[in-house]
């Protein structure tokens, strides 16, 4: 059985046998001294939290105390949830939710109805109007992201008028 404890750099929980803190990359003791996959010659700092390969320094990007590669830096992390998806035509999301959900993958989507929506008493006409542009988005969990964006990709290759037809050749 595994023991839980807790992050010293960020206090998420770890397993005692883990080698990184998957909340936000730190390499824990366990994994003794690595090397940046990059740079061999470079002591690893962490892992990026997305796709776990080792990152040094140099080629590392802290984003709000989370490590991440030079890959996967722009990706909007919020707690243990990634951005894999965005679209400003709300159907879409709902079709991408409903993709990534077949797939077994949970999905949050986010929206100005859910943040930040602020209905002023009396007043609400200018904020509703210069909100109804922003896109929904689509928020699946860290570990599941990669796996989100293949998931992602195919459908939207499917979708992209490849005309292909699905049906098998047959002869
Ligand atoms: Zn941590
Ligand atoms: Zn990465
Ligand atoms: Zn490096």
Same mark, same amino acid.
């Given at each position: 059985?595994?023991?839980?404890g807790?992050?010293?750099?960020?206090?998420?929980?770890?397993?005692?046998?883990?080698?990184?803190?998957?909340?936000?990359?730190?390499?824990?003791? =366990?994994?003794?001294?690595?090397?940046? %996959?990059? /740079?061999?010659?470079?002591? !690893?700092r962490?892992v990026?939290?997305? *796709?776990?390969?080792?990152?040094?320094?140099?080629?590392?990007?802290?984003?709000?105390?989370?490590?991440?590669?030079?890959d996967?830096k722009?990706?909007?992390?919020?707690?243990?949830? =990634?951005?894999?998806?965005?679209?400003? %035509?709300? /159907?879409?999301?709902?079709? !991408?939710?409903?993709?990534?959900?077949? *797939?077994?993958?949970?999905?949050?989507?986010?929206?100005?109805?859910?943040?930040?929506?602020?209905?002023?008493?009396g007043?609400?006409?200018?904020?509703?109007?210069?909100?109804?542009?922003?896109?929904v988005?689509?928020?699946?969990?860290?570990?599941?992201?990669?796996? !989100?964006?293949?998931?992602?990709?195919?459908?939207?290759?499917?979708?992209?008028?490849?005309?292909?037809?699905?049906?098998?050749?047959?002869?």
């Amino acid at each position: 059985m595994a023991e839980l404890g807790a992050c010293s750099q960020c206090s998420g929980d770890v397993t005692a046998d883990s080698d990184f803190c998957p909340h936000c990359g730190l390499l824990l003791e =366990a994994a003794g001294v690595q090397q940046c %996959e990059m /740079h061999p010659d470079k002591e !690893a700092r962490g892992v990026c939290i997305i *796709c776990h390969s080792l990152v040094c320094r140099r080629c590392s990007k802290r984003v709000m105390g989370r490590m991440f590669c030079s890959d996967h830096k722009e990706v909007e992390v919020v707690q243990d949830w =990634a951005n894999a998806f965005e679209s400003t %035509e709300t /159907h879409e999301a709902d079709l !991408a939710r409903s993709i990534l959900e077949s *797939c077994g993958v949970s999905v949050q989507l986010q929206n100005a109805q859910s943040i930040g929506f602020i209905w002023g008493a009396g007043s609400e006409s200018a904020i509703s109007r210069s909100q109804i542009n922003k896109p929904v988005k689509v928020f699946v969990p860290i570990p599941d992201y990669l796996r !989100a964006l293949q998931q992602l990709a195919e459908w939207k290759s499917g979708d992209d008028g490849s005309d292909r037809s699905s049906g098998t050749a047959s002869e």
